[in-house]
């Protein structure tokens, strides 16, 4: 499955206004496109010993810093820190629909296109492994379970679940992936279902 080269217009504008995310903070991640015969995603799985999301897949990302000039620079900051993405081989599509987590962060998913060669290395402090599965894999029906809903601070959201590792991607980062292959048109489009 290739990108669509639509797919910059169906995103989120990068620049476009956040809400104002209190009682929560912002965190950004990256979710990284590795073009090739077979587009596939950049996923790591956090290292157990994390106070937060231990054990679980994400993708690269985190809290702004200090130094950070805005959240997309965050995210770029923590691919390099995590997987040794250099920012400069990162292009910037969009961004997809912002996500809470009850951790206490609305999650701004940015969606980058990398270019040239790029062999992931882990930061063993914070990332246990990493896996790249494909489009193709994430959209398999047969590895995809609707979980249900659940209501969270007033808002119904529907619960995702990919067995592409073990363990399976789960929570706030699959949500993030059913919404970029939604928007990809890699899977049908539900009106009915909820965030």
């Not at 290292?47 to 995210?75: I, V, Y």
């Not at 081989?89 to 912002?98: F, N």
């Amino acid at each position: 499955m290739q990108i669509p080269r639509d797919l910059s217009l169906r995103l989120d504008a990068v620049d476009g206004p956040l809400a104002d995310p209190t009682p929560l903070r912002h965190a950004a991640v990256l979710a990284a496109l590795l073009p090739g015969e077979h587009t596939r995603i950049l996923l790591i799985e956090r290292a157990s010993h994390l106070r937060s999301h231990a054990g679980q897949l994400a993708f690269p990302g985190g809290k702004p810093e200090p130094d950070d000039r805005d959240l997309l620079d965050t995210a770029l900051r923590e691919a390099e820190e995590e997987v040794g993405l250099p920012r400069d081989q990162v292009q910037i599509l969009g961004r997809l629909a912002p996500v809470p987590v009850p951790s206490g962060y609305l999650i701004i998913p940015f969606v980058g296109l990398v270019a040239g060669d790029f062999t992931p290395r882990s930061n063993d402090a914070e990332v246990k492994a990493v896996i790249t599965p494909t489009l193709q894999q994430l959209a398999d029906p047969q590895l995809y379970r609707f979980v249900g809903t659940r209501e969270w601070q007033g808002q119904l959201y529907s619960l995702h679940e990919f067995n592409i590792h073990d363990p399976p991607l789960w929570g706030a980062t699959a949500r993030m992936v059913h919404d970029l292959l939604r928007r990809m048109e890699l899977i049908p489009h539900n009106p009915d279902a909820a965030l």
